[in-house]
């Protein structure tokens, strides 16, 4: 994966992900890609991770926890501004699921980062996330 920082929209597959959400105006994108984690019982594809964890990244500006803002997102940080969704409780709970599946064994991402000299700051950037989806 093209990686360019520790942040849920620091990669490829993020940012092209992030364009598909803009053309739409519900959060059935951002379902669809914490599902797709929750659902996945063998190993974890480090691109569909990536799409998870911005998926999740969206939850928590959709709720007012946003993280930084940056040029990288401010197609999401627009988007947010423009919508008028609000997740379900049970969405919540997904994306919390979703990210103990990024974390475990069975996760290319996992691995990719742990043989980076970058995995503390990522395991950071994942945490904070995880804390500003609530519980």
């Known amino acids: 994966m093209g990686t360019w920082s520790v942040d849920a929209f620091g990669n490829d597959d993020a940012a092209d992900w992030v364009i598909e959400l803009t053309k739409s105006d519900d959060l059935s994108l951002v379902e669809a890609a914490i599902n797709g984690v929750s659902a996945e019982s063998d190993y974890l594809d480090a691109a569909d991770a990536a799409i998870a ?8 500006r959709l709720n007012g926890n946003w993280g930084d803002r940056n040029a990288y997102t401010e197609p999401v940080d627009d988007w947010v501004a423009q919508v008028n969704v609000q997740p379900e409780p049970t969405l919540l ?9 990024i974390l475990s064994e069975d996760s290319e991402m ?3 980062w742990q043989d ?3 995995y503390e700051d990522w395991l950071g950037s994942v945490e904070n996330l995880r804390s500003r989806i609530g519980e």
Do not use: F, N
Request: charged share 25%.
């Open 116 to 118: 980076s000299g970058d």
């Open 93 to 101: 709970a997904q994306a919390r699921a979703a990210i103990d599946r």
């Open 53 to 60: 964890l911005a998926a999740i990244e969206v939850i928590a």
């Open 110 to 112: 996992l691995e990719l």
